[in-house]
């Protein structure tokens, strides 16, 4: 006979109908061995309590310990009849410990409060891993930045020509973003060390059970602060969610920078044979599927957070069935990064560039006009002249199909009495980077600090 948790007041068994559209051990068995971990910790604070006698807590943790041997070799699996794996596993005790013992663990706790810890004990050890992932992207970035010290760009604005910068420079802009995103599963973990375990179905346990005890057996820094908060909410979920998203969003913006740079017109980067794919039917392409599938897979991880904001509005106080829907999307989040990110390490530490070529774009589309304009500043004219000057040569350029560096002392000295021969001190990229050595700057010097203080930080992690 099919066991129920909740088989005492219903007449019959749910219709198949509702037990295939209830059922979520097919998502929700990864979490087994975070459940079996809270069977435990909840067994000792029913000992403490005088609920179990040192016989019975011995058996139960015994029961336990066979329970998560079987599963983990897989003698043990949800059935079919399984609601969920809180079903699963109370129905695997009771095969284990027999209904009398296996019957008594389910006192003081409720699946809405141990599902609410449960997912938080599995996030917490997943931003860990997917956190270690996004370092490994952010030293190859660093790696390649080290790579290329002096090796200059074009910088754009509004995907144009903007001002000359040095490769190191754009790849470490890369960097910076993701070790935020380390940074903000580190934040994000002080508010999800908090269990709800203890909270029962939503007021509380009458049994005298130790919520902390609890907490601090699941490695948890204490418990939530209020019983109806910790089973009804699910910021912390939210919270990891955006987390991850942003991730996606960062590693997408640079893959489409890759894949721009990836094609004839540009020929700024070259893909490893290993991490770049081939085609059925045109037998010269090279393709950076890895770029367009971290593009493509932000989509999907955005989507995963947004689902999962639509599920929460609108939920009154307590628990809500809609809270079952909370898993998938991070669960899908959690995979996906996991496989993305060490795909995405691996192109970016085995793409080798073009320098010549970048160098050799960099100055062009009269990316150095700023700095006639900031020469002339320093020379006491102020900046709304200076713009104008500057403005004007690259219109004389423009109009003769040359370049800045191609102008006369003549052509200079006609468009402004102020330009001087050696405005051309600045008409060069190495002079253009060079000036930029504030803080933060594209300058040589302050990348190679820039780079240091990177590395350091992605050190401390
Ligand atoms: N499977 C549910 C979830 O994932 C937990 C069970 C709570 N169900 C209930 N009817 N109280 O949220």
Redesign the pocket.
């Known amino acids: 006979e099919r066991l129920s948790l909740?088989g005492g007041r219903f007449a019959g068994g749910p219709s198949a109908a509702l037990a295939r559209l209830s059922k979520?051990t097919h998502f929700?068995w990864r979490l087994a061995p975070q459940d079996v971990a809270g069977s435990r910790a909840h067994a000792r604070v029913l000992h403490a309590a005088g609920l179990l006698d040192d016989d019975e807590l011995a058996g139960m943790l015994d029961a336990l310990d066979r329970l998560a041997t079987d599963v983990a070799s897989g003698v043990f699996v949800a059935a079919d009849d399984d609601?969920?794996?809180?079903t699963a596993l109370e129905r695997g005790l009771i095969e284990r410990a027999g209904p009398e013992l296996g019957g008594k663990l389910r006192a003081g706790r409720?699946?809405?409060d141990?599902?609410a810890t449960l997912v938080r004990m599995f996030l917490r050890e997943q931003s860990r891993v997917l956190a270690g992932h996004v370092l490994d992207v952010v030293d190859a970035l660093i790696d390649q930045a080290e790579a290329h010290p002096a090796a200059p760009m074009p910088g754009r604005t509004h995907l144009q020509h903007a001002q000359p910068v040095l490769l190191a420079h754009h790849l470490l802009a890369h960097a910076w973003p993701l070790l935020r995103d380390v940074d903000r599963w580190i934040d994000w973990d002080a508010r999800a060390a908090r269990s709800p375990y203890g909270s029962g179905?939503l007021a509380g346990s009458s049994l005298g059970l130790d919520p902390a005890a609890v907490a601090a057996d699941l490695g948890f820094e204490g418990p939530v602060e209020n019983s109806i908060d910790g089973t009804a909410s699910r910021d912390v979920v939210a919270e990891f969610a955006f987390v991850a998203a942003m991730v996606g969003i960062d590693l997408s913006r640079f893959a489409e920078e890759i894949i721009v740079w990836n094609t004839k017109e540009f020929g700024f980067v070259r893909l490893d044979d290993a991490f770049s794919t081939g085609s059925s039917i045109m037998p010269q392409k090279k393709n950076p599927d890895i770029a367009e599938l971290a593009r493509g897979k932000a989509g999907r991880v955005i989507g995963d957070l947004t689902g999962l904001l639509a599920t929460l509005k609108g939920l009154p106080l307590a628990?809500n069935?809609d809270?079952?829907e909370?898993?998938e999307p991070v669960f899908d989040q959690v995979d996906t990064l996991d496989a993305l990110l060490p795909a995405f390490a691996g192109m970016v530490a085995t793409m080798t560039f073009d320098t010549d070529r970048m160098a050799e774009l960099a100055p062009q589309g009269f990316s150095l006009a700023t700095d006639i304009a900031e020469w002339l500043v320093r020379d006491g004219v102020p900046f709304r002249v200076a713009h104008e000057v500057a403005g004007a040569c690259v219109r004389v350029c423009e109009e003769r199909g040359i370049e800045l560096w191609d102008l006369s002392d003549d052509d200079l000295a006609a468009i402004s009495e102020h330009l001087t021969p050696e405005v051309r001190a600045v008409l060069t990229v190495e002079g253009s980077l060079a000036s930029r050595d504030a803080v933060g700057g594209t300058a040589p010097a302050r990348v190679a600090e820039q780079l240091q203080a990177a590395k350091e930080r992605s050190a401390e992690f």
Do not use: C
């Open positions: 909740w979520s929700d609601e969920d794996v809180h409720s699946r809405n141990q599902i179905a628990y069935r809270l079952q909370d898993k």
